[in-house]
């Protein structure tokens, strides 16, 4: 198991957290996506997000993160489900900024105004949706206001991607903890000085740190138990079926003209840059299914 996520809960079972490498899955993505290094790092910690987000779902469900911006990258959007499976892209994969410093500035690419987006589908007959305004666009603060503010669940996150001078995503991954009721304010307090003095989730990656030793560092002193871990993957749900059904949710109007103008369309996935390529013989099966 490359990626993997590990979810914990103290002894009191007053707080929960997960922690996850997520290496293999970015790099997927961002290969696929072509990302810059900026987009490489905002894209990444957007999919670690998701996938801590999926790990909190029930059998089946599946959660959507969409987040917007006033910076170049313009949008990102994250699919994650209970299994471990995740996607995502962003609105403009070539933007690379640098802080001062000369750290990726995920922040100034997302843009500080905007909305972070959440959708879960649970399964019922409605879903549920929460949205909160873009605090820093760093992503993991983003993430921490949504849960304590639309979930009521005092959250802390932390997310890392690191990026290295040809491009490639060479770690990535990051952690989860959550405060439940009744609350533990000691316990807490206790978190938040060793969330503070963490090294960078990255570093910890790039020196061998598994999951399961994030987790033993940030809760030493404090029993706990391992609840499970779970493989994660990058892993697309498009098919040939769906974009079907999204070509017929154009109308007749534009799938006669597309019927007259190729002899073949191709569509490309937003999500994972598969293209499908449909011949006229499909679109006409298609417009006669329109009747």
Same mark, same amino acid.
């Given at each position: 198991m490359s990626d993997y996520l590990v979810r914990i809960i103290t002894k009191t079972g007053n707080? #929960?957290?997960l922690a996850c490498v997520t290496t293999d899955?970015?790099?997927e993505a961002c290969q696929r996506h072509g990302t810059w290094p900026t987009a490489a790092a905002a %894209? =990444? #910690?957007a999919l $670690? !997000? =998701?996938a801590l987000m999926g790990a909190l779902l029930k059998t089946d469900q599946r959660i959507a993160l969409k987040f917007e911006g006033n910076g170049p990258l313009k949008k990102i %959007? &994250?699919? !994650?489900? /209970?299994? =471990?499976?995740v996607r995502g892209c962003v609105g403009v994969p070539e933007v690379h900024l640098l802080t001062p410093d000369g750290k990726l500035d995920v922040g100034r690419g997302l843009g500080k105004a905007g909305f972070l987006s959440v959708t879960k589908d649970l399964g019922m007959k409605d879903t549920y949706r929460g949205? &909160?305004? %873009? %605090? /820093? =666009?760093e992503i993991a603060e983003d993430l921490a206001l949504y849960l304590t503010e639309s979930e009521q669940t005092p959250s802390a996150v932390g997310l890392g991607v690191f990026v290295e001078p040809d491009q490639l995503v060479s770690a990535a991954g990051g952690f989860l903890i959550q405060s439940l009721p009744p609350g533990d304010e000691e316990t807490v307090d206790l978190l938040m000085e060793k969330i503070n003095a963490l090294p960078?989730? $990255?570093?910890l990656l790039r020196d061998g740190k598994t999951p399961e030793e994030?987790?033993?560092i940030l809760f030493d002193g404090i029993p706990y138990q391992i609840l499970e871990k779970r493989a994660l993957a990058f892993q697309c749900t498009c098919s040939k079926v769906k974009i079907e059904q999204a070509l017929v949710s154009l109308g007749k109007e534009e799938l006669a003209e597309m019927v007259s103008q190729k002899d073949e369309t191709e569509v490309t996935c937003e999500y994972c840059r598969q293209v499908w390529k449909l011949t006229r013989e499909d679109l006409e099966r298609l417009l006669a299914e329109l009747g």
């Open positions: 707080i #929960r957290a899955l970015v790099k %894209l =990444g #910690r $670690t !997000a =998701g %959007l &994250v699919e !994650a489900d /209970s299994n =471990g499976a949205m &909160v305004q %873009l %605090l /820093s =666009g960078p989730i $990255t570093q994030i987790l033993a």
